[in-house]
């Protein structure tokens, strides 16, 4: 079964400067798709970023990065210019073909003005 | 705008009483919905994968005859907690993904939070 893994409960980072949320996950498939979604107090989900596992290039959105490590299976999140509207609860989420999403456990940010 | 739209957004009811929450895709046709279940302070759980047509496909350890899940239309899933306790209070939330939009990930409704006294 695949699992994902967010070693970081909890981060905080000073407005302005840049932070990295950590994720890694299992998976015996060489073809999938793995997403970050934000959730903030609101608690709706919001697509923050995607990247299509047989693309070696790391996808970027504005301020969001990730670097991709389909080896490593890690999946990181760089956040730079960080913003006070940035602090939410933050999931890695993998999915394989059609299935469902398997998402990981969560990273708490803060944004320190 | 949003592309799935849940409701209700807020329940609270007495114990006993069955709950309907409805899933709608707004501008597409999803012929599979998913249902999760959020406790506070904890990741999103898969509750069951919704299939228009079709039996839903539960996850282990969910409760096939507590959360009843029906698709009858390409635009809607339905999720009834039926004769609902305490301890079924929770956030729940549903998503949806157009199948004909290849990587296209899943849009998620704004979420239900239901609350049983």
């Known amino acids: 079964a695949q699992t994902v893994t967010q070693s970081q409960p909890e981060m905080s980072v000073q407005e302005a400067e840049t932070v990295t949320l950590s994720c890694t996950y299992d998976?015996?498939?060489?073809?999938?798709?793995l997403f970050w979604y934000k959730q903030p107090p609101s608690r709706q989900m919001i697509l923050v970023i995607r990247?299509?596992?047989?693309?070696?290039q790391n996808a970027t959105e504005n301020r969001f990065s990730v670097n991709f490590q389909k080896a490593a299976k890690s999946f990181s999140l760089k956040i730079s210019d960080s913003q006070l509207g940035d602090a939410a609860m933050y999931f890695c989420?993998?999915?394989?073909?059609?299935?469902?999403?398997?998402f990981g456990t969560g990273t708490r940010l803060t944004i320190i003005p | 705008g949003a592309v799935v739209s849940q409701h209700p957004s807020r329940v609270i009811c007495k114990s006993g009483t069955s709950v309907k929450i409805e899933c709608r895709s707004l501008?597409?046709?999803?012929?599979?919905m998913f249902w999760y279940r959020q406790f506070p302070k904890q990741s999103l759980m898969l509750m069951a994968t919704?299939?228009?047509?079709?039996?839903?496909?539960?996850e282990q350890g969910v409760e096939k005859d507590k959360f009843l899940i029906n698709h009858a239309s390409l635009t809607l899933s339905t999720l009834t907690v039926t004769s609902a306790h305490p301890e079924d209070s929770s956030f729940y939330i549903c998503?949806?993904?157009?199948?004909?939009?290849?990587?296209?990930?899943?849009?998620f409704g704004d979420g239900t939070r239901l609350s049983i006294l």
């Open positions: 919704s299939n228009e047509g079709s039996k839903a496909t539960y």
């Open positions: 998503s949806a993904r157009d199948p004909g939009q290849g990587l296209q990930p899943q849009h």
């Open positions: 501008d597409f046709q999803a012929t599979t």
């Open positions: 998976t015996s498939e060489s073809d999938y798709y």
């Open positions: 990247q299509e596992a047989y693309k070696q």
């Open positions: 989420a993998y999915r394989f073909g059609n299935e469902k999403l398997t």
